[in-house]
Every structure is written in C-alpha cells, then in structure tokens.
C-alpha cells in the first residue's frame, strides 16, 4: 500500500531510466509508423486498442544545458508558461478545454529535454491537436501569469529542493561534479535567478527552442497512423520552422581528483551521495554500465544492498541513478546511512565493492539474473500507452532512433562478464568521484 | 522538475463509487470476466485473464491492517508484513531475495489502515517458481529473530528520515490530530516510541492470529487461461492449513466538533505544510460517486477551485488538493498544500474561502459536465495492467463492492445532478467543524495562525511519534 501523501515530483519517471532488454519478437508486437513533417517535426505512432485513450508526448531537445548563468531554470520555467495562454486558448483556457473533453496533462523538464504529455479519451483527438497546434506556433506571455507562475516555481523550488534532504544534496553534487558543462547548474534553477527572469528572455528561450524540426512526437492508443498523420498534416506541419538551439560546446574537463562537499542541515539523519563521471547516454558502454549498477543496486540481492542494508547494517537504503542525457554524464549513489552512523562507514563499504566489482569478474548467475531483470522491467514499461510513448521517445531523441529499443536485446545479450569489470575499473576510480555529505546540524542537540 | 504536482494515488480504485444508478447505458468500459472461487481451507481466490505483455500478477489481502494494531504498538501490521520474506521454512531472506531477483520479480507487502495488501509480480512462464516463493513468505514465515530485530530498527530510522521531509509526514501527524485515539489515528509504519514495543514475539502472535486462508482474499491476473490458473493456485494454496481468524472491528469515528489547531514546529523551513478537514466516508457510502464528482470541482484535478485560487490566480502554491481517503469507515477528508512562510494566512485563508463558496454556491452544471467528462476520461488508463486489475478486483471483494464499480460507472456519473450535488455538500464537506495541522517555522508563523482555531496545540517534530504524543516522548 503506498502511504497517501504529496505526490513525488515527476522527475522519479526520469530516474526508471531506461534499462531494457527486449526479446526480438518484440519488434512485431509494438509496431511502430515513423514520419517526418515538412517543417522537420518526427512523428512516432504506434496504435494500440486495448484502451479507449491516447497518451501523447512531444519532446523538445532543449533543457537547462542550453541556458546560460542568470537565467538558469528557464527551461523550466518556460514549460510552465507553456500552460499559460496563446492566441486561441488564453490564459488557463487550454487546462479547461482539455479537461472538459476528459484529458489531463503535465510535463517535465530535464538538463537535456523538455517533455510534453498528453493523457485523453480518443474523442479529444482533434481538440488535443488544435491546442498543441496554437501553444507552439502563438505562445503569449502575460505579464500578470509570468508574475504568478514565478511564485509557483519557488513553491516548487522549495518543496523540491529548499526543504527535502535529498534535494539539496543532489543539487550540490552537480554543482560540484561539473565546473564548466551546463550540467553545473539545477534545472529548476537557483532561487535568485528564478526571481530575475524577464519576459525578453522568456521570448528568447521559445524563439530557440520550440521550433518543429528540434521536436518529436509520440503517439500511443487508441489511434490508427494515418489519422495521426493526417492530423499533423493539418494542425502541426503548417508551423513555421526556424534554427535550432546553438550547439553546447562546452566539454567537462576530466576530473583529476576526488572532489568533497558537505552540507550542514537541521535534519534527524545524515545522507550520502557519490556521483562518477560516466559518458553519455549512446555511448557503448551504456549497456555495460546498466548491468553493473542492476548487479550492484537492483533488489534486495544486490551486492550494495547485501553489505551495506544487510549484513553491515549501516544503511537503510542505496541506490543508483543515471539520467537520459546528450553529453557525459554521472551515475549518482545515494545512501541513506542509519542515526548515529558516520556516512565515512558507508563510503567505506561501497568503495570496496566497487573495487571487488572492478577486481574480479560477477558470477553467471548474476550476469543472467541481471538479463533477467531487464527483460522484466522492459515489459512494466511497455505494459501501458503512457510508459510505451515515453520509451520510444527517449530511444529516439538520446538514441537518435527509436529501433535501438529493439535492438536492446541483442546490445544486452553480448554483454560479457569481462565487460561489465571494464566498466566497473574505468569509470568507479576515486580520482572521478565528487563526495557529498549532509550532516545533522542540531543546534539543540548541539546544547544538550 | 514537473509542472503539476497532483498525483494520482494508488487507491483510487478503490474511491471508485456507486450510487443508484440509472439504467445502464451502452458503454465499451467493463471489467475484464473474472471468476471466484473459495478453495476448501477457506481461501478466497479471484481469477482474471489479462492478454497483453507476459507479466502475472497477485494481490492478496490479508483482513488485518494498522487499525488492528493494538495501541502502544503502532506498525505490528507493517512489521509482520514487511517480515513475510525475511526467512520462511524453505528460504533464508537471502535466498528468498536471490531466488526472487534472479527471475526479475517483485513482492512488496504492507499494512494499510483496513488491510494487510502482499502483491507479487513475475514473467508468466515464471508462474510455478513465483508461485511457489510467494506462498513460501505468505503462509511459512518463519521470523527470525535477527531479521526481525534488523527490519524493525530500519523502520525506526525510516520514521527519522520521513520526518526530515515535512511533506511525507503531514499524512500521519494529521490523521493522528483528527481520530485522536481512534484507530484510524494511528501511524500504519509506527513511531519512534511504539516501534521500539514490538518484538519478535508480537509479530509471530499478530501472525497467528490474522493470517489464515479464510481470512484471506488472493487475486491472480495475466496472459493465462482461468484454467491453467487455477489448477496451480489449487496445487500450491491448497496446502495452506485452514486456521481460525477474528476479523477486526473498526467503530465509526465522530466527526471533529468545533475547530482545532496542531501545530509542528520544523525551524528551519521556509514553507508551511498544511492538512485541513474532518473525517469523511467509508467506502461504501452510497454518495462516493457523487461526491467523487464534487471533489473532482473542489480540489480533485488541475482546474479545480482550490488549484485555480491558491495555485494559477495567486501563485501561492505549486499544488493543492482535495481528497476522501475512503476506509471500512469513515475515512479521512482534507485539504492539503504548502506555501512559503509569508503567505500561510493568506493561502489557509483562500482554502477556507473556497470551501465556503463551495457551500454557499454549490457547482454549476458546466462544471459538473467538465468534471464528469473528466472522470470518465481519465478512468481507463486505471484498470489498463493486470497489477491494477488484481489490485483492483481483490479489494472489491474485501469492501464487498461488485463490478458494477467499474461497469456502472459511467452511468453513475451522469446520473449527478446539480442538486444532488448540492445535498452531498451539505452533507460530506466539513463547512465549520475543522482540524488544522501545519508543520513549519512555529517563530514565524504562531501568531498568526492562532485566528483559525482558540484550541491550539503544538510538538517540535523533532520529539518521537506524532499525535496524540506516545508516553514517554520526551528525548
């Protein structure tokens, strides 16, 4: 039973990042019908019947890498505006609209992509197109809603960041493990650039970014690909298309030492991360990578879990996270150390199974289990329209194809045993890791 | 970073409603065919063939949750379920977790308020092997005393870690300051105090006494015939001895009198959290569909009167909602959100107002006819995996709701007038009687908050339990 309670921010969908086999029969059971529009816009469409609905996801290829200091978060904050009001369906018009005809929507943004979803009956087809049609050619900025959503984005901010452990902590691994890339800054970004954006910059973003040929859409459901096509033809593809966000050119220098933070915080328990410098999502190591972190986080079997929850018993939780991104990237691990433990103690024991991870190859049975269990969680995202459209999006934007999802399969099966040890030495070497810590900062503790 | 933050909760399926209904109209939406049957021990068993990717799914309810717990010992339910794999007769937890993983399979338990829910996931040619680990940690749990001294003080950490998160703790704090000593009121993952009460002995006895077949509803769906189904549910929970169990009796709670106001004292936050309402409806009132209609206007989706107020016209909040989290009985209702220290009068107040207007004004037939829209819109993608779908039809059965739930809805969702919206407003929306609960800076924000209720009490969250405080909570 999950506890009821606040919704976890969307970027937990981010985080089920991507780690997937597929048997090859899969490729005949998720058809999929590609088009590109004349404006450039890729169009993905895959029908499935089984449920009267439509999930639809636009993905623009521009998140907080393509910002610059003072305005970082803008992104962000322009997704939010994307909510706000065009020439035909003004200022919360378009949340009415969608929500009268039975459809909902969010969206999210990431260092690499901003993300639009559409959730609705097949009846609000049209009424989906036409407003996904006016907010990327006609977006208006109102002045009153830039005022309001601002605030909204610092509730947010806090919520997410100011007052949630993990949240401050992960934002201060970033900013530490990268100096130069635009990976440095937060996507929400820093409170008092969220307080200065101007509506220049909000034009400057949209005149950037949200051109037809720097997006793809994904449509899953109750739709056949002609009428999809047909309905780009009339509603998207007479959008204007203009340049490209400029290339980010910056490259993160190798890191040549062990970088430490910590962080003082009134707080019941401290909290670790680790974060390594890993490359990119196409890399071909990323297969590798994803054994080694299943093998070493995934399940209550898994060697962290094993040492560090089970048998050291000095952690209540460890986990990895690797986000979908365009440019190298890291692996962050997150432990949650026990009251009265010293986050020292888990360091330790992670480094040496890191360390046994890159001295001797993992067993048979862990590299099957691991196969195993990606083929698993491929069909937990492929079991509904919404996890199929977001799939096959991010295959195809950090892929640059979507038929890598199919060929998944193959790119795990030849994942040797002496792979994943290459790995585990290249990448998980002290001199490549930023330390951070947040430590308990009690002042009534602190008195007694 | 996301841009709404309402979220859809797990239960609701189980808010999913009836009301008498209008004559059933043509609809495509029905629940899958499904069979029950009761094996001779006792147990419970629904079956439902589910087509689509190769994954079975289980969902058993065990008919003992955290309202069973007895007082003092909050989270026995929790620790009892969450111990089922930690060591069973044929399986060390270590191997159970190796044997589990190696086929790249779930199983995850834990106590709710009315039930014990265990659900278990695994590739459909997996079936024997899954089968087998699930009734091994369902009806040959061991306890061992060093798993159960291990997972118990995880648990006593996972409190201190919640409380580090406001948001994740505003649930318990507020439900303890509603239903005071009632069931309901207690924390379903225990406390700081009460979780250092339970012991090895107490969980094996909690065991004994409330998990048995007859007390137990198993739910199997996926790509498998009925047939194939059933023989391997026969051949392995047939053997599951029959053994006598009481059923938990859970009273009625009165709604708060009058109004009072918790407040939790977190200094270094820089936003207030806040929980408003009174108890609301149990899961089979005959009103939900109705009321699930009106919540959906109030405070149930993005374009709702609370989230337009608090959210797209005064920036005050990055979400806020509404819900009736409904029980065997009267459950609880609330308004829940946040806004930075400044605003907390200004945001608390603009909820109130909503709520009176709500009162005063009732819905107008455009919104109900948006909200019906809504409902109805967004329904399927609810019963689309056969884990919704095991979930979804094994706690039918515990509520005793049939699949009219599912196969009515839409006719009952039409079927709400402005009018009977009008009375289910004045019957289920607190309108005076209200409980507060805020957590944040008290330095900052006491003063201020002392208006809305002249009862007021106050807790550092940094002292053990929640509310009302355990004996001996003292640090």
């Known amino acids: 039973m999950k506890k009821i309670g606040f919704g976890r921010a969307g970027v937990v969908v981010l985080c089920a990042v991507l780690l997937i086999t597929v048997p090859a029969k899969a490729q005949r059971d998720y058809p999929v019908s590609a088009r590109t529009l004349k404006n450039g816009m890729k ?244 297969y590798a990578l994803n054994i080694l972190r299943t093998i070493l ?152 | 970073m996301t841009r709404a933050w309402i979220a859809r909760r797990l239960f609701a399926a189980a808010l999913l409603a009836f009301f008498i209904c209008p004559a059933a109209s043509a609809q495509a939406l029905r629940l899958p065919p499904h069979e029950k049957l009761v094996l001779k021990n006792g147990l419970t068993v629904l079956l439902l063939e589910k087509p689509g990717v190769p994954l079975i799914d289980i969902f058993a309810i065990v008919k003992a949750g955290a309202a069973g717990d007895p007082a003092g010992q909050e989270g026995l339910a929790a620790a009892t379920a969450g111990l089922l794999r930690k060591g069973t007769k044929n399986r060390t937890a270590q191997q159970f977790a190796a044997d589990l993983d190696y086929i790249g399979g779930t199983f995850e ?6 039930f014990t829910g265990i659900s278990a996931e695994f590739l459909t040619k997996d079936l024997a092997r899954g089968m087998d680990l699930f009734f091994d940690a369902l009806a040959h749990p061991t306890f061992p005393q060093d798993e159960a001294d291990k997972f118990l003080a995880q648990a006593l950490d996972g409190v201190r870690a919640e409380k580090d998160d406001p948001r994740s703790v505003l649930v318990p704090y507020y439900y303890g300051y509603l239903y005071g000593i009632h069931p309901y009121g207690r924390p379903a993952g225990g406390d700081e105090v009460s979780l250092k009460q339970i012991g090895r002995e107490a969980i094996a006895k909690f065991y004994e006494a409330n998990y048995a077949p007859g007390n137990t509803i198993l739910a199997v769906a996926g790509g498998l015939s009925s047939a194939e189904m059933r023989a391997k549910l026969e051949e392995v929970m047939g053997t599951w001895p029959a053994r006598a169990a009481k059923s938990v009796a859970i009273p009625v709670a009165a709604p708060a009198k009058g109004r009072r106001l918790l407040l939790v004292d977190k200094p270094d936050s820089t936003q207030t959290y806040f929980a408003i309402g009174n108890t609301g409806i149990a899961v089979t009132d005959p009103d939900r569909v109705a009321i699930r209609v009106v919540n959906t206007v109030f405070g149930g989706r993005f374009t709702s009167e609370l989230n337009e107020a608090l959210r797209v016209e005064s920036g005050y909040t990055y979400g806020v909602e509404s819900f009736f989290d409904e029980r065997k009985t009267a459950g609880p209702f609330a308004i829940f959100s946040f806004t930075k220290n400044e605003t907390t009068t200004q945001a608390i107040d603009l909820a109130l107002q909503v709520l009176a207007k709500l009162h005063k004004d009732g819905v107008t037939q455009a919104q109900l006819d948006s909200a019906k829209s809504y409902i109805k819109g967004q329904f399927p993608p609810e019963i689309e995996t056969s884990k919704q779908l095991a979930q979804m039809i094994a706690t039918h059965e515990f509520y005793g709701l049939g699949d009219d739930e599912v196969n009515q809805l839409e006719a ?64």
């Open chain 1, 297 to 448: 986080f995934q399940g209550e079997s898994s060697r962290m879990y094993q040492r560090l929850v089970d048998k050291d018993q000095i952690a209540l939780e460890v986990s990895s996270v690797v986000e979908p991104a365009f440019d190298p990237t890291i692996i962050e691990i997150i432990a949650q150390p026990k009251q009265g433990v010293d986050p020292q103690a888990c360091e330790k024991a992670m480094y040496e199974e890191l360390e046994r991870a890159a001295g001797a190859a993992i067993s048979d049975t862990e590299l099957e289990k691991a196969k195993n269990i990606r083929l698993v969680e491929f069909y937990r995202q492929m079991r509904t329209i919404n996890g199929r459209a977001n799939t096959i999006g991010t295959y195809e934007v950090f892929f640059g194809d979507y038929n890598k999802l199919f060929d998944a399969a193959k790119n795990y099966s030849a994942v040797t045993k002496e792979d994943v040890q290459r790995a585990a030495k290249a990448y998980f070497g002290p001199n490549n890791r930023t330390v951070a810590t947040l430590v308990p900062d009690n002042p009534q503790k602190a008195k007694q």
């Open chain 1, 43 to 286: 169009v993905l469409v895959q029908p499935d019947h089984s449920i009267p609905n439509v999930a639809l996801y636009i993905f623009y290829r521009i998140g907080s890498r393509n910002e610059r200091p003072g305005t970082t978060g803008l992104s962000h904050f322009f997704e939010h505006m994307m909510f706000n009001g065009a020439k035909k369906y003004g200022p919360g018009e378009l949340d009415k609209a969608m929500e009268a005809h039975g459809g909902a929507n969010n969206a999210y943004t990431t260092r690499d992509v901003t993300v639009y979803q559409d959730w609705f009956p097949r009846s609000a087809l049209s009424l989906i197109y036409d407003i996904e049609a006016d907010r990327i050619r006609d977006l208006s900025f109102d002045p009153q809603k830039i005022k309001s959503e601002r605030e909204v984005v610092a509730s947010e901010r806090r919520l997410s960041v100011d007052n949630e452990n993990n949240g401050t902590l992960d934002e201060q691994l970033w900013a530490t493990s990268f100096i130069a890339h635009p990976y440095h800054w937060p996507v929400v970004g820093w409170m008092s650039d969220i307080q200065h954006w101007t509506m220049e910059d909000l034009k400057h973003h949209f005149e950037m970014g949200y051109s037809p040929n720097n997006a793809t859409m994904v449509v899953v459901g109750d739709v056949s690909a002609d009428e999809i096509f047909q309905l780009c033809e009339k509603y998207i593809e007479p959008v204007p298309t203009h340049a490209p966000p400029p290339p980010v050119t910056t490259i993160e220098p190798e890191q040549l030492g062990e970088r430490r933070i910590l962080v003082h915080k009134p707080s019941e328990l401290p909290l670790l991360m680790l974060a390594y410098h890993i490359p990119q999502m196409n890399s071909p190591d990323f």
């Open chain 2, 412 to 475: 009952r969702v039409d079927g709400v007038t402005p009018e009977i919206a009008r009375q289910v407003i004045q019957k289920h929306f607190p309108a005076e009687n209200l409980v507060f609960v805020l957590i944040g800076n008290a330095s900052a924000i006491a003063p201020a908050v002392k208006k809305y209720a002249a009862d007021q009490d106050a807790r550092p969250i940094t002292e053990p339990g929640f509310w009302p405080p355990p004996a001996g909570a003292k640090k």
């Open chain 2, 109 to 114: 338990a834990d106590a709710g308020a009315d």
